[in-house]
């Protein structure tokens, strides 16, 4: 049976072979490695190399986050004495919740990082993030404005039209730190004021055109409770913290480029030590959606088990599903960076992972179609036990047994009463092996009165015993079994792709990404598996011959299992149906 899988083509409408990835260096190194490498060429940071992965606890990590993971931690590790933090982004009170700390934390160790013990939360830079704020105010950089947020909207012009002033913009340095100061009070409803960089209201880039600082909102936030009702914006926040930090290189995705200027601008007119934003094309995958919004609505609207649903593109669903942590990163280092966005074929991140879990899974029979195989020259009640390798290549694995009886459960699928030419499992009138037992030859069939197949039945042949006969007699199939008497009913959930279209994100009129969920996407059937298969624990991996790879579910309980199926072997059955054809 090969299952050796072929490398299908890492990225799909691009026409490049790596992911639209850029050109590497002649040393070899994607373009954000060589600007390190220049850097610690000049000096420029001491030598240093010190990144940082800040997500926003307002939701799971995802493949995209995965990939910014291997980046950030990534090349710290690539460096002598290179460091990595991890900084919960935690400016927005409202949609943030210690839920998605814990998971956070969680998913970053699986991968295989460590921040050691450079855990940090830009809520504990809010005092300081504060100071700043009034510094700002003090040398005239920054206003309290009271115009409303759809005014503000209004003033801020478009991209072909320069933006209007604010008729609070100059109002004395006196009363914006008195605002201020206020606003922090909770003197103000949510909304009566903001407080913006005073910039530039022409700016072309619109981020420049006097953008918010500060908003009023007077929401509990998970870390600070109640001591605060003003709350500082991404962009102050994001580049102080970075600055506080000592972070080198503050690596992020495209969308962040226009605003790079501002980052820049926050940290010079403060006099704070700058950092160099870099920024690399996002994550985009076929048959995915990776957007916190859309797995939010995935999730609260119940399309799937949860966050942790084997279908999702959630760290922790693909880790449920069965998906190692080194195919992850396997992954990510194939697609490479680049500065153009792409589309990742979903078959890349498979073919990891079944290259990775090939070198690595115990093989088993389980059957999950079943149909019973009667053998009616076997004497009822007897049983042969078979020694079989846990791994045909790999003695390290041992062994189990197994019992064989007259009453055997097969895959439906593996008998045809009409077979075309080249079927090369049960038909009648043909023999085949059962693994690691017995030839046996299809001798018919019983039916149901609605014609389906209730029994299929052979004869064995006493000599063939382990799967080989002394007159080297040669059949061309070789099945996967269970006996009747062992088998354990395990409940198999069956994954195909959780969306139909290639690009869900790209809706048609009237559409939403809804529309494109596949309802096929999860088939649970209840599978004969034989008794070794029971005794794994939760988020152990095994390959069920023939079948694919599959992982024990946290739903499983003693002696009833539940697998998942983490992936297909497709390449057996590829060329079965070549030969078929
Ligand atoms: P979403 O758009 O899904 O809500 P986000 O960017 O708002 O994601 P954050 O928690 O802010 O989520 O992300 C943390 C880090 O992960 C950021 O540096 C962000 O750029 C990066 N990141 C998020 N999505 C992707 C992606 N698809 N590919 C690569 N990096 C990503
Ligand atoms: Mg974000």
Redesign the pocket.
């Known amino acids: 049976m090969s299952n050796t899988p072929s490398s299908p083509s890492s990225s799909s409408g691009t026409g490049s072979a790596a992911a639209g990835a850029d050109a590497k260096s002649p040393a070899g190194l994607d373009f954000i490695r060589t600007i390190i490498a220049d850097d610690n060429a000049t000096g420029k940071y001491q030598g240093r190399v010190h990144t940082r992965?800040?997500?926003?606890p307002?939701?799971y990590l995802?493949l995209?986050?995965a990939?910014?993971i291997c980046l950030n931690f990534g090349i710290a590790g690539e460096h002598e004495g290179g460091k990595c933090n991890l900084r919960f982004?935690d400016t927005n009170p409202v949609r943030e919740d210690v839920e998605y700390v814990d998971s956070i934390q969680e998913d970053v160790r699986w991968l295989g990082f460590s921040w050691d013990d450079r855990m940090f939360y830009a809520s504990d830079y809010f005092e300081r993030l504060y100071q700043l704020a009034e510094k700002l105010i003090m040398d005239g950089k920054a206003y309290v404005d009271s115009l409303s947020a759809e005014q503000i909207r209004e003033y801020r012009g478009t991209l072909t039209e320069p933006g209007k002033e604010s008729p609070y913009r100059n109002r004395p340095v006196e009363e914006n730190l008195d605002l201020f100061r206020r606003m922090r009070a909770g003197e103000f409803a949510d909304g009566a004021h903001v407080l913006r960089a005073k910039i530039d209201m022409a700016s072309p880039n619109m981020v420049m055109r006097d953008p918010t600082l500060y908003r009023i909102r007077k929401a509990h936030h998970h870390r600070t409770g109640d001591a605060w009702c003003i709350y500082p914006m991404y962009d102050y926040t994001h580049c102080i913290s970075d600055s506080i930090e000592g972070i080198t290189h503050s690596i992020?995705?495209l969308e962040f480029e226009n605003n790079r200027e501002l980052y820049d601008w926050t940290l010079q007119t403060l006099g704070l030590y700058r950092p160099q934003q870099i920024e690399f094309a996002?994550?985009?995958l076929t048959y995915t959606v990776?957007?916190?919004?859309k797995l939010i609505q995935l999730v609260t609207e119940g399309h799937v088990r949860g966050w942790d649903d084997p279908r999702m593109p959630t760290l922790s669903g693909v880790r449920r599903r069965g998906f190692p942590p080194e195919a992850l990163r396997e992954f990510c280092a194939r697609i490479g960076i680049a500065k153009a966005d792409s589309m990742v074929d979903y078959a890349l991140l498979e073919f990891c992972v079944r290259e990775k879990l090939n070198a690595v899974t115990p093989r088993l029979m389980g059957v999950v179609d079943p149909v019973k195989l009667v053998i009616t020259n076997y004497p009822e009640g007897q049983f042969d036990t078979f020694t079989m390798p846990l791994h045909p290549e790999d003695e390290s694995y041992g062994n189990r047994t197994m019992r064989f009886g007259r009453e055997l459960w097969i895959e439906r699928d593996d008998f045809r009463e009409e077979a075309p030419k080249k079927f090369f499992r049960l038909t009648p009138g043909q023999e085949v092996r059962l693994r690691y037992a017995y030839y046996v030859t299809c001798t018919g069939v019983v039916k149901d009165a609605e014609g389906n197949v209730k029994e299929v039945h052979c004869t064995y042949d006493p000599e063939s015993k382990g799967g080989s006969t002394e007159d080297g007699r040669k059949v061309k199939g070789t099945l996967h079994w269970v006996s009747v008497a062992d088998g354990v009913p395990a409940e198999v959930r069956l994954y195909e792709p959780l969306f139909l279209k290639e690009n869900p994100n790209q809706v048609e009129e009237g559409k939403t990404f809804i529309d494109y969920l596949n309802p096929d996407s999860e088939k649970v059937v209840t599978a004969y598996v034989e008794p070794h298969l029971a005794t794994y624990g939760a988020g152990e991996r095994v390959q069920f011959e023939r079948l694919g790879y599959f992982c024990m579910d946290k739903d499983a309980q003693p002696g009833k299992p539940v697998f998942n199926r983490t992936a297909t072997l497709r390449d057996s059955w590829a060329r079965v149906e070549r030969n078929q054809g």
Do not use: V, W
């Open positions: 992965f800040p997500p926003e307002n939701g995802h995209g986050h990939k910014s982004d992020c995705t996002r994550l985009n990776l957007s916190k919004r």
